[in-house]
């Protein structure tokens, strides 16, 4: 059984510390571990370092293979350019196809995080073993907490099988991300899921599909598996890659196929979009501040804040709902709750030409 | 004419930026000069360098002396330790009949803002030739701007005379700083004043003054006068001057005497005695933020922010009345109005003996 962890986003919602060259999963922002870290040290106790592969942008190999030393240089696959999901999982199932013939995949983002880990484990094993006993393409759905507009929803239908104890369901549908009436409707009427963006299916299976709904990306595909290993592999990809049009893995391939699975999971998920998502997820004192500081904390009369500061001894004076993060270059000061603007901030900075602030 | 600048101040309410080696005077926190750099510049056009006195702790005088190369060294009087304003311009009056036999001596604080020099300069000419003209004790009273309850009160009397076109008047009596309710009941009856803490007078005048209210303290500078300029002169100080009780000027003579005269100014004064304080005098944008930053600042509906942060780009998204301060080895982060509260910090600090933050 192969993971396949995609490690090509941008993370520009936690500028300032996320920059071009750190983006998001290559920082440790939910823990001492870099976020890629915890997602490889996640899956181990499934898959092997030697099984597990990594796509990810040039820009960021050298940093990577840095922060992870224990898998192998060669299971670092380079996209040299983004194209969203579906190329990217292409990529790596033309990889996996190529080396063993075929496997099972286990399709990972790089980025979240989990809290129950024993449980996420039992769920991808249930996963697994559904997408191993045939052609099926399996999600995992997350059992919604609220009606959060930053996900996507994916609605069960009946029961197909019962697999290491859990039920999986066929997918009825696939919902893009709703606004807050639409999400409160969706919970009210039951039966959906968040999209948790993992993926569980052979390498077989994905090609198959791809082949019928993407046959455009497939064809492209199959010229880089002839390639792969030989002396052409890098000017091939190269080639070929920038040529893919953008697409996702859900409106490409799981919002058509007809043989698409759900594995209800319920393990402390969180996609940490955010700085307000990262507050929501981090060890909070009895005055719900989240400090990471350097040098100790002093807080005077201080409510619900997140603060990083790495270096230097943090003081709140009656401030509440306040972000606020430190770096060497730059300073961020954010209400709670409006974090989504720092996105703002990065396009201004974009704009400005601050190629010294990316 | 001398000037005399009582530099003896702590400053811990402009923590982080104030350090017990580097109390609030020595900042450059109201503009790219130090406070101190601002009050002998604004004095320069009445009293040369080698006629101004500042009268400073040992821990301070090195690095005064760096950041006022145009003062004699000789010029610098060294408090052994701190004993509130009266033993302070004591010292200063005996210098100066050591030196001179006797002068009119302005008594200045190191570390106010004045934003209309030229009438600053008026008043104080107005007060040195009502002081030279006879023993009185002048103060400058500043014309209130609202019911502060941060300052002491000086009520007004009858008008004694009119010098270089200013009207000066008794003093009817001294108030302690008031609550808000007094502060208010003072500016509706009239004819109050805020206590500047400026003092006009000889030096022979202030020193009948405290052989007749504080007749021990000016017995120690009587010992102390005999021993200026002789090998003992520093001994004698740290001996005597260690065993004057603390004091203040206010309430040691002024409360006490039947001959001050208080002239009424109204030249943008303040004592920016805290962040909040700094806030209303600083300069700010059209979303009255007042940010000073080493990299930019990019602000997105965000309003009423004081920023210091040297080195950094400065983003502001959906905050408001905040003050955020970052120096090498802290960061505080404080509502604007709660800023009394950061002299809280820096007790915790002391009680945690960080000698490294204070």
Same mark, same amino acid.
């Given at each position: 059984?192969?993971?396949?962890?995609?490690?090509?986003?941008?993370?520009?919602?936690?500028?300032?510390?996320?920059?071009?060259?750190?983006?998001?999963?290559?920082?440790?922002?939910?823990?001492?571990?870099?976020?890629?870290?915890?997602?490889?040290?996640?899956?181990?106790?499934?898959?092997?370092?030697?099984?597990?592969?990594?796509?990810?942008?040039?820009?960021?190999?050298?940093?990577?293979?840095?922060?992870?030393?224990?898998?192998?240089?060669?299971?670092?696959?380079?996209?040299?350019?983004?194209?969203?999901?579906?190329?990217?999982?292409?990529?790596?199932?033309?990889?996996?196809?190529?080396?063993?013939?075929?496997?099972?995949?286990?399709?990972?983002?790089?980025?979240?995080?989990?809290?129950?880990?024993?449980?996420?484990?039992?769920?991808?094993?249930?996963?697994?073993?559904?997408?191993?006993?045939?052609?099926?393409?399996?999600?995992?759905?997350?059992?919604?907490?609220?009606?959060?507009?930053?996900?996507?929803?994916?609605?069960?239908?009946?029961?197909?099988?019962?697999?290491?104890?859990?039920?999986? %369901?066929?997918?009825? *549908? +696939?919902?893009?991300?709703?606004?807050?009436?639409? @999400?409160?409707? !969706? #919970?009210?009427? =039951?039966? /959906?899921?968040?999209?948790?963006?993992?993926?569980?299916?052979?390498?077989?299976?994905?090609?198959?599909?791809?082949?019928?709904?993407?046959?455009?990306?497939?064809?492209?595909?199959?010229?880089?598996?002839?390639?792969?290993?030989?002396?052409?592999?890098?000017?091939?990809?190269?080639?070929?890659?920038?040529? %893919?049009?953008?697409? *996702? +893995?859900?409106?490409?391939?799981?919002?058509?196929? @007809?043989?698409? !699975? #759900?594995?209800? =999971?319920? /393990?402390?998920?969180?996609?940490?979009?955010?700085?307000?998502?990262?507050?929501?997820?981090?060890?909070?004192?009895?005055?719900?501040?989240?400090?990471?500081?350097?040098?100790?904390?002093?807080?005077?009369?201080?409510?619900?804040?997140?603060?990083?500061?790495?270096?230097?001894?943090?003081?709140?004076?009656?401030?509440?709902?306040?972000?606020?993060?430190?770096?060497?270059?730059?300073?961020?000061?954010?209400?709670?709750?409006?974090?989504?603007?720092?996105?703002?901030?990065?396009?201004?900075?974009?704009?400005?030409?601050?190629?010294?602030?990316?």
């Amino acid at each position: 059984m192969y993971a396949v962890i995609m490690a090509g986003g941008k993370g520009a919602r936690f500028w300032p510390r996320s920059r071009n060259r750190l983006p998001k999963h290559l920082l440790d922002i939910v823990s001492e571990q870099t976020i890629i870290q915890e997602t490889i040290a996640r899956i181990a106790p499934l898959v092997p370092p030697e099984k597990t592969l990594i796509v990810t942008g040039a820009g960021h190999a050298g940093e990577l293979m840095r922060q992870l030393p224990e898998i192998p240089q060669a299971n670092i696959l380079i996209e040299p350019v983004g194209r969203n999901t579906a190329p990217c999982i292409g990529l790596a199932a033309v990889a996996i196809r190529k080396a063993v013939g075929d496997d099972v995949m286990i399709v990972l983002p790089s980025d979240h995080k989990i809290a129950d880990e024993p449980t996420f484990c039992r769920i991808l094993q249930a996963a697994a073993g559904t997408a191993e006993c045939g052609n099926h393409l399996v999600t995992v759905g997350i059992e919604p907490t609220g009606p959060e507009t930053g996900y996507g929803y994916i609605e069960k239908g009946e029961r197909r099988m019962t697999v290491a104890g859990e039920d999986v %369901f066929a997918v009825q *549908s +696939i919902r893009e991300k709703p606004n807050r009436e639409q @999400a409160r409707a !969706l #919970l009210n009427q =039951g039966g /959906f899921f968040w999209n948790s963006g993992m993926f569980i299916w052979k390498a077989s299976a994905v090609l198959t599909a791809m082949a019928a709904y993407l046959p455009d990306i497939h064809a492209g595909l199959l010229e880089i598996e002839a390639a792969l290993g030989t002396a052409d592999q890098d000017e091939v990809i190269a080639r070929i890659y920038g040529g %893919f049009r953008s697409i *996702s +893995i859900d409106y490409g391939i799981m919002e058509k196929a @007809a043989n698409t !699975l #759900l594995v209800p =999971g319920d /393990f402390g998920w969180s996609d940490v979009g955010s700085w307000d998502a990262l507050w929501e997820v981090s060890p909070r004192d009895d005055q719900g501040n989240a400090v990471r500081s350097g040098r100790g904390l002093i807080a005077i009369d201080s409510r619900n804040n997140l603060v990083y500061s790495p270096q230097k001894l943090v003081s709140l004076v009656g401030v509440e709902d306040v972000i606020v993060v430190e770096t060497e270059d730059a300073l961020l000061i954010c209400r709670r709750g409006e974090s989504q603007a720092v996105k703002q901030v990065v396009d201004t900075l974009e704009e400005q030409g601050r190629q010294d602030l990316l």
